[in-house]
C-alpha cells in the first residue's frame, strides 16, 4: 500500500492515511528538517517520520519500518527530488549502518550544521554566559581519521543498524584509519567462521 503526502489536501483524509499506515507501506515523503538524531523528518498529518540518509528539501519514496504513536521511521527507497547538497557517500553502508550521519552531504554544509547545534546547545544551556564566537577546525579530509570503533553482539560483533533495529555485519569502515580498517577485515576473514560453527549468527 502506498500513501503520498501532498500540500492542500482535506485533512480529515490525511489523518485517515495516517492512522491506516503499517510497517512495510510505501510512502512519499517531503524531508523539512533534520532531528535532533541528524535523520531527514518530514511529517504525515500528525506524526512525524524519520528517514535516515535524507536531507532537508528532498522528496523521497520510503517504506515504514518502525512505528509508534506519533512518530514513524521510514528506510528510503529512492530519492526523487535530490538536494543540491547531496553528494555520493564514501561507505557502501551508510544508510544502513548507525555509525554516519552525513556521508551524503558535503563536507561544509556537514560543518555548517555542526557549529550551528553548538550555538543551540550554548544558547539553550549557557544562554547566562557571554561567549566569544567561534569556528570550527576541519578535518584533513572526512575519511580515514578515527583511530578506534565499537562493535557490539550476541554473535560475531557488529554494528548497530540505524536506530537499533538489528545488527549488521560490516565488510569496510571507509571512516577508520587505515590500521583499524585493516584489522576490521582480518575479523570479517578469520573470526566470522568461528561463531558459524559454535552456530552463532547475527
Given at each position: 500500500?502506498?500513501y503520498?503526502?501532498?500540500?492542500?489536501?482535506?485533512?480529515?483524509l490525511e489523518?485517515?492515511?495516517?492512522?491506516?499506515l503499517?510497517?512495510?507501506?510505501?510512502?512519499?515523503?517531503?524531508?523539512?528538517?533534520?532531528?535532533?538524531?541528524?535523520?531527514?523528518?518530514?511529517?504525515?498529518?500528525?506524526?512525524k517520520?524519520?528517514?535516515?540518509?535524507?536531507?532537508?528539501?528532498?522528496?523521497?519514496?520510503?517504506?515504514?519500518?518502525?512505528r509508534?504513536?506519533?512518530r514513524?521511521?521510514?528506510?528510503?527507497?529512492?530519492?526523487?527530488?535530490?538536494?543540491?547538497?547531496?553528494?555520493?557517500?564514501?561507505?557502501k553502508?551508510?544508510?544502513?549502518?548507525?555509525?554516519?550521519?552525513?556521508?551524503?552531504?558535503?563536507?561544509?554544509?556537514?560543518?555548517?550544521?555542526?557549529?550551528?547545534?553548538?550555538?543551540?546547545?550554548?544558547?539553550?544551556?549557557?544562554?547566562d554566559?557571554?561567549?566569544?564566537?567561534?569556528?570550527?577546525?576541519?578535518?584533513?579530509?572526512?575519511?580515514?581519521?578515527?583511530?578506534?570503533?565499537?562493535?557490539?553482539g550476541?554473535?560475531?560483533?557488529?554494528?548497530?543498524?540505524?536506530?537499533?533495529?538489528?545488527?549488521?555485519?560490516?565488510?569496510?569502515?571507509?571512516?577508520?584509519?587505515?590500521?583499524?580498517?585493516?584489522?576490521?577485515q582480518?575479523?570479517?576473514?578469520?573470526?566470522?567462521q568461528?561463531?558459524?560453527?559454535?552456530g552463532?549468527?547475527?
Amino acid at each position: 500500500m502506498s500513501y503520498a503526502v501532498k500540500t492542500n489536501v482535506d485533512h480529515n483524509l490525511e489523518s485517515q492515511n495516517e492512522m491506516a499506515l503499517a510497517i512495510g507501506d510505501i510512502i512519499e515523503l517531503e524531508i523539512t528538517q533534520l532531528n535532533k538524531d541528524f535523520h531527514g523528518q518530514g511529517n504525515l498529518g500528525k506524526m512525524k517520520v524519520a528517514v535516515p540518509a535524507t536531507l532537508p528539501g528532498e522528496t523521497v519514496k520510503a517504506e515504514i519500518v518502525k512505528r509508534g504513536r506519533r512518530r514513524m521511521v521510514a528506510k528510503l527507497q529512492e530519492v526523487l527530488t535530490p538536494s543540491p547538497d547531496r553528494i555520493a557517500p564514501g561507505c557502501k553502508h551508510f544508510g544502513e549502518c548507525a555509525g554516519c550521519q552525513f556521508q551524503h552531504l558535503n563536507y561544509d554544509k556537514q560543518l555548517a550544521i555542526k557549529v550551528d547545534k553548538i550555538r543551540e546547545y550554548l544558547d539553550e544551556f549557557a544562554k547566562d554566559l557571554t561567549l566569544p564566537e567561534f569556528t570550527i577546525i576541519p578535518a584533513n579530509s572526512p575519511y580515514h581519521y578515527r583511530n578506534s570503533i565499537t562493535q557490539h553482539g550476541p554473535g560475531e560483533p557488529g554494528f548497530w543498524q540505524i536506530k537499533g533495529i538489528g545488527m549488521m555485519r560490516n565488510t569496510e569502515c571507509p571512516v577508520t584509519v587505515p590500521a583499524v580498517e585493516t584489522a576490521l577485515q582480518d575479523q570479517r576473514k578469520t573470526g566470522f567462521q568461528k561463531f558459524m560453527e559454535k552456530g552463532i549468527d547475527n
